[in-house]
């Protein structure tokens, strides 16, 4: 089954209304203006930010509308996964990081950060709600449904063939070809990888036997570097399965996944709902906000969350104001509307977005 996820409004037309909002002044408010105003922003300076390649599409639409909005600064972001996102921020290569797993409570010490105050430790703050999706290419086939269990047999090398007995039982009006299944995973660290080896080893534990891990930690199988590195393989091979963040699942044909007679397809919608189900991480400070995913809520629990990180005080004061006035664009409500129009991402729910809005506005 082939699932489109929200319709983009086109980035030429977020970029113009973020660019005339920010720009807006309060006479033109009042009187109704067309006439676009002169930049008013005072900002300038240069960011580095490195991490997530999920949230790939979203980093440019809310670099190219804050640059837009403020001609000042120059926003750079490279896509090279979340383990090197983290790694570069904590040895000071990287103003921030998008990481798609927050920083673990004993990772996050006073001191453990170049680019951070010496009395200083880091924050996650989401910034970015997708699900993950099971994506393959089987000819013949666009329909296709598995149970978490089928798919860690797949993933963990046990089911080997797209016409094994159990594939089919889910699968009774397919023809599925006899073929040998080619499990395409992450070659780097990446978060998407903890995310999708959580969900198995919650709601396939009897299968799944390995612990959650950003490297992945099954032998066998053919690995990729980065999102579109697994995209780009599932879909020029032949009879490949693969798992990628589900706004850059192009034209790939995507399974439908859960409990049998309970398949889900991944929307930006269930993943906010399993995202709004779920707790905040509890022993962590103030402003230092992660969440405790429900791999096992109604919906679609196979659903990712990246976080911004960056210094809760920076040892340069001009770089901790460049950082606090961009993330709280990408957590406004209208960046969190931006990049969904764009990348088909979930907003943060109001309530949510309000903590994280306040987190950001702490940082120094």
């Known amino acids: 089954m082939k699932i489109r996820l929200t319709a983009a409004l086109g980035l030429s037309a977020v970029l113009l209304f973020s660019a005339c909002a920010a720009n807006e002044t309060p006479a033109d408010t009042a009187t109704g203006s067309s006439e676009a105003s002169a930049p008013t922003s005072t900002l300038e300076g240069t960011l580095s930010g490195k991490g997530a390649s999920s949230a790939k599409v979203a980093q440019e639409t809310w670099v190219a509308a804050f640059q837009t909005a403020n001609p000042g600064v120059t926003v750079n972001y490279s896509?090279?996964?979340?383990?090197?996102?983290?790694?570069?921020?904590?040895?000071?290569?990287?103003?921030?990081?998008?990481?798609?797993?927050?920083?673990?409570?004993?990772?996050?010490?006073?001191?453990?950060?170049?680019?951070?105050?010496?009395?200083?430790?880091?924050?996650?703050?989401?910034?970015?709600?997708?699900?993950?999706?099971?994506?393959?290419?089987?000819?013949?086939?666009?329909?296709?449904?598995?149970?978490?269990?089928?798919?860690?047999?797949?993933?963990?090398?046990?089911?080997?063939?797209?016409?094994?007995?159990?594939?089919?039982?889910?699968?009774?009006?397919?023809?599925?070809?006899?073929?040998?299944?080619?499990?395409?995973?992450?070659?780097?660290?990446?978060?998407?990888t903890e995310n999708f080896t959580?969900?198995?080893?919650?709601?396939?534990?009897?299968?799944?036997?390995?612990?959650?891990?950003?490297?992945?930690?099954?032998?066998?199988?053919?690995?990729?570097?980065?999102?579109?590195?697994?995209?780009?393989?599932?879909?020029?091979?032949?009879?490949?399965?693969?798992y990628a963040d589900a706004s850059q699942a192009g034209t790939a044909s995507i399974a439908k996944v859960g409990p049998e007679g309970k398949f889900e397809a991944p929307t930006e919608e269930a993943a906010a709902t399993a995202v709004e189900n779920s707790p905040v991480e509890e022993g962590r400070e103030a402003n230092d906000i992660a969440i405790a995913l429900d791999r096992q809520a109604e919906g679609y629990p196979i659903v990712l969350v990246s976080y911004g990180i960056a210094c809760s005080e920076y040892k340069d004061a001009a770089k901790g104001e460049l950082v606090s006035a961009y993330l709280s664009y990408v957590v406004s409500e209208e960046g969190q509307q931006a990049a969904a129009a764009s990348a088909g991402s979930a907003p943060l729910s109001a309530t949510l977005r309000d903590k994280v809005v306040a987190a950001v506005d702490s940082i120094k």
Do not use: M
Not at 93 to 108: Q, T
Not at 125 to 143: C, L
């Open 79 to 192: 896509p090279d996964g979340s383990g090197a996102g983290r790694e570069a921020f904590i040895a000071g290569g990287a103003d921030f990081a998008g990481s798609d797993r927050a920083l673990k409570i004993e990772e996050n010490t006073v001191g453990a950060f170049v680019g951070c105050a010496a009395e200083s430790a880091a924050i996650n703050v989401p910034i970015y709600v997708s699900p993950i999706a099971v994506i393959f290419n089987i000819e013949g086939v666009t329909d296709l449904n598995l149970t978490p269990e089928v798919l860690a047999g797949i993933f963990h090398g046990d089911i080997t063939n797209w016409n094994d007995p159990a594939i089919a039982a889910l699968n009774p009006d397919a023809t599925l070809p006899d073929l040998a299944i080619t499990a395409v995973h992450r070659s780097d660290e990446s978060g998407t």
């Open 198 to 242: 959580d969900y198995l080893h919650v709601a396939a534990a009897g299968v799944w036997t390995d612990e959650p891990s950003q490297e992945w930690p099954v032998a066998g199988g053919e690995a990729a570097k980065g999102t579109s590195g697994v995209v780009a393989a599932v879909t020029n091979g032949t009879g490949t399965i693969g």
